[in-house]
């Protein structure tokens, strides 16, 4: 069954009448093919007066027949995330590598990607602390196990975020203009491939190299160049699963790497396999 698309799949059209879907693909699902069949991804966006702290909501849901175990790699994006899930819900940080998730029987996470910069209004944390960690999500949600418990039992997708949406108003603060700027920032990579070094992004955003960095470090937890690198090498996972036809080479250049061999040490590196086999297992 395909939960991603199965019509056993919670989602219904209610909740797609109620609220906005996010229409754009998720880039850092690794084998989008494998996941279809593994479990069930739906995003929606939030309400106006949220979009200072949330990014985006997500809901993913898993069957796996008895007795199996099956992996889903994700290279995710550089946002901290709020998940809640039975007995694991956390605030997550920005992940260097791959994030993997082990799927057995049948489950559920509701996940808030957080704006870039938004953490810092709540918590002293330093950011480059939260990489690659998780830490307990109080300072936004309050008691933690009445709120897991809420969430999770509040029934279909958009009653699950109404809930998080309203045990988040209350806590909902400004961002200040360097975070929005970063986040500005951030997004522009995501959005122009052609966005290949930091020197280009200092010159297009009119800042200097040194303030990037400080900035990024201070907002994200990891710097600039890491964060145009994480972008790209999803870019490369998503055109190498799709259908159309492409040389690697072309792919390495057109991305920003020096060769194709730098390409495919980055691939095996995060992804788990080299290009040309995981085009193969995708089309």
Not at 126 to 151: K, N, W
Request: aromatic share 8%; hydrophobic share 40%.
């Amino acid at each position: 069954m395909n939960y991603l698309n199965g019509k056993d799949s919670v989602l219904d059209k209610s909740d797609i009448a109620q609220r906005r879907l996010v229409r754009q693909e998720p880039k850092g699902m690794i084998d989008p093919n494998g996941a279809g069949r593994r479990l069930r991804l739906a995003r929606y966006e939030p309400h106006d007066d949220l979009r200072d702290l949330i990014e985006h909501f997500w809901i993913v849901e898993w069957k796996i027949e008895p007795g199996l175990i099956e992996e889903q790699r994700v290279l995710p994006y550089p946002n901290a995330n709020l998940v809640f899930e039975s007995g694991q819900s956390a605030l997550f940080g920005p992940v260097r590598g791959a994030f993997i998730k082990r799927l057995s029987g049948s489950g559920r996470a509701v996940g808030v990607r957080l704006r870039i910069g938004s953490v810092r209004t709540y918590t002293d944390v330093p950011m480059a602390r939260l990489v690659d960690t998780s830490v307990s999500p109080e300072a936004l949600v309050g008691d933690l196990v009445d709120a897991e418990e809420v969430i999770l039992s509040a029934g279909d997708d958009h009653a699950m975020i109404e809930t998080v949406e309203t045990l988040l108003r209350p806590r909902l603060r400004k961002l200040d203009a360097t975070a929005t700027w970063v986040d500005e920032m951030v997004r522009m990579i995501a959005a122009d491939p052609r966005l290949l070094t930091v020197e280009h992004l200092a010159q297009r955003s009119g800042r200097t190299v040194r303030t990037l960095q400080r900035a990024f470090l201070a907002y994200v937890g990891l710097g600039p160049k890491w964060i145009l690198r994480r972008f790209r090498l999803q870019e490369a996972a998503y055109r190498l699963a799709g259908r159309e036809p492409l040389e690697l080479v072309t792919l390495a250049y057109e991305l920003g790497y020096c060769d194709q061999a730098h390409l495919a040490r980055d691939f095996v590196r995060h992804i788990g396999q080299a290009p040309a086999s995981y085009r193969r297992s995708q089309t």
